[in-house]
Structure formats: structure tokens, C-alpha cells
């Protein structure tokens, strides 16, 4: 009766000395581009953007009792700085020597904690995760969303090339990389600094467009009890944001005076009498319209900010009409 188990026990401790950990052949990582799409610098809010990254782990060979019923991999996948930034909680976009500042996050929350790092940079966290549950030989494969955004703080001032739309991109290749570890039953400690790694690479890419906005105040001349035998004259602005090195031009129409705004009048809306009146952009200067009857157009060039445009008012020497209001209304177009 004894035999019987001194053989079952022999063959139990041949099977623990002829298997050996569990072991994966190796674990890959891959990354969709972060893609922002069209950006406006000037359009005031920020702009989101999603990535998807995925993990597989792939076994052929199984080793301890506890490892053939659950192969396993801990598993560290870390983003670098990525081109055209300088840390990771600065990261950039590049365009030739343009700067478009951005970052990734691990979630939602687009907190500074939760910015996608390193484990070899200090204050910055990885994608930590585990794989396993595996029954037998094959792949297990885990997928992440990575969470873009580009503040609208962070837009102002950001340039196009050429005055023409222009592609930003940040290259992660050779900035992705993944730490990992093979077990059975015992979790291993992984620092995702070292052991087993390997590579991927993704961008993060956005099209910034010329862009601008214009609102103007009234150009009103003060009430007036005096006859027209002298100038009258006001001052006015318009503010103009246009995208950082995007030149454009302001045209002003003729008002009430259709296709002429050399010819510009105010009109009494009670007696339909007329007061004419002209517009510069500089004191006494040329007209301003739109570059027909000797008008010109006022051109600039934008910085990405709030740009403001003096508009100079004249009432010259004319007939005096009936006391009253007398107004006008002009469209002011700008072209970029």
C-alpha cells in the first residue's frame, strides 16, 4: 500500500521541477494620431481630441501549476515629450519655428495628475495596467482612451505660415515605449523604469486656420447747435482679432450711398434731408472704403490679440439742413 504513493509523489515534484514561470513571447503597444482637427487661435475656447491605445500581450509557452490556469503581464506604457515640446507638462505642436502647446491625459478630468507621462520623469504618471485570465496559449489585449485637449489660453498668438493654413505636428516616435513583466500566481513589482520594453509611435496633429473677428463702436459726432461753416469731426474704433502672421484688409461700403463710398451721407429719417461726411483711418487722411472713387482699404497683420483701428469722422463745410438726427449705416468686411 505504500508504493502507490511514493510514485505520486514523485510525479507531483517532477512537474514542479521541469516547469518553469509563465512566460510571454512579448507585449506590443499601439497608438492612433491624437487628431485636433481645424484649430482657430482666435475662436476663444479650447479643443478636444481623442486617441485610442491598445496593449497585447501574446503567450506561447506556460510554465508553474498556477501559471497554466492564469498567465499574466504587468505592464507599464509610458509618452515622452513627443517633438517640438520641452517637458512633458509642456508639450507643443511644431510648424516650422510655431509653437502650438497641448497636452494628453490618462482621463476626462484633463487635471495636471493626470497628464500621460513617464515613469522615468518625476511628477508624471504612465498607463499602469494588468493583463491576464488567459486559459491557454493565444494573445490578450487591453485598449485605452487617451484624452487630447489645447486650451484656448494657450492658442493666442499661435501663427500660420505664409498667411495660408497651416499643419501642426508632434512625432512620438521613439517617445512611446512599454515596460512589462510575466507572472503566474505572484504579482511582481514593476517600476516602469526597466525590465523587457519595447516601442511605439503616434502624432498629435492640428490644422490651424486663418481666422479673424471685427466689431466696431458708433462713429458719432457730438450735438451740434452751429451751422456747417466749419469741419466737424469724431473719433471711432474698430477691433479687429486675426490669427497670428494672417494679413487682411478692412473694406467700409458706402451706407446709404450704394457702391460710393466716397459719397457718403447721414439721412434724416423725418424730412429725408442729407449731411455728407467721410471716414479715415487717419487724421485728414484718404478715404476709407473699399479701394473704388479713390477710397483704399485699411490692411494689418494679425497677432493673434485684440487689435484696435482708429476710424476718424469729418463733417466738411456744407449747406446746413434742418435740425434733427441724422444717421448712417456701414458694413465693414474683412478679408483674410
Known amino acids: 500500500m505504500k508504493l502507490p504513493f511514493r510514485y505520486l509523489f514523485l510525479s507531483l515534484l517532477a512537474l514542479l521541477l521541469f516547469c518553469g514561470a ?45 501559471a497554466v490556469l492564469s498567465p499574466n503581464a504587468s505592464i507599464c506604457i509610458n509618452a515622452g515629450v513627443g517633438g517640438g515640446g520641452t517637458a512633458i507638462t509642456a508639450r507643443a505642436m511644431a510648424a516650422g519655428s510655431g509653437r502650438l502647446p497641448y497636452n494628453l491625459f490618462r482621463d476626462s478630468s484633463y487635471a495636471a495628475t493626470s497628464v500621460w507621462g513617464s515613469g522615468a520623469v518625476a511628477g508624471t504618471q504612465p498607463v499602469v495596467t494588468t493583463i491576464g485570465g488567459l486559459p491557454n496559449l493565444g494573445s490578450l489585449t487591453q485598449t485605452f482612451t487617451i484624452y487630447g485637449r489645447i486650451s484656448a489660453a494657450d492658442l493666442a498668438g499661435v501663427p500660420t505660415i505664409g498667411g495660408a493654413d497651416t499643419p501642426y505636428v508632434a512625432d512620438f516616435a521613439g517617445f512611446g515605449t512599454v515596460q512589462y513583466a510575466f507572472y503566474g500566481v505572484l504579482v511582481p513589482t514593476v517600476d516602469c523604469k526597466t525590465g523587457a520594453s519595447t516601442s511605439f509611435a503616434f502624432k498629435a496633429k492640428a490644422n490651424v486656420t486663418n481666422n479673424c473677428y471685427i466689431s466696431a463702436s458708433p462713429l458719432a459726432f457730438a450735438a451740434d447747435t452751429r451751422v456747417l461753416t466749419s469741419a466737424k469731426r469724431t473719433v471711432g474704433s474698430l477691433s479687429v482679432q486675426c490669427t497670428a502672421n494672417n494679413p487682411y484688409q478692412i473694406a467700409l461700403n458706402g451706407g446709404i450711398v450704394s457702391g460710393n463710398p466716397a459719397a457718403r ?6 424730412t429725408g434731408e442729407k449731411v455728407t461726411y467721410e471716414i479715415s483711418s487717419t487724421l485728414d487722411g484718404p478715404l476709407w472704403g473699399d479701394g473704388t472713387g479713390g477710397t483704399s482699404m485699411t490692411t494689418g497683420t494679425g497677432s493673434g490679440g485684440m487689435q484696435t483701428l482708429r476710424m476718424y469722422g469729418r463733417v466738411p463745410v456744407q449747406r446746413t439742413p434742418s435740425p434733427g438726427s441724422y444717421k448712417d449705416t456701414v458694413t465693414a468686411t474683412i478679408y483674410f
Open 22 to 66: 509563465a512566460r510571454a513571447d512579448s507585449c506590443t503597444a499601439a497608438m492612433t494620431d491624437v487628431n485636433f482637427g481645424t484649430v482657430s487661435p482666435v475662436a476663444g475656447g479650447d479643443y478636444y481630441a481623442n486617441g485610442t491605445l491598445t496593449v497585447t500581450c501574446t503567450w506561447t509557452q506556460l510554465g508553474a501549476l498556477g
Open 265 to 270: 451721407q447721414m439721412r434724416n429719417a423725418t
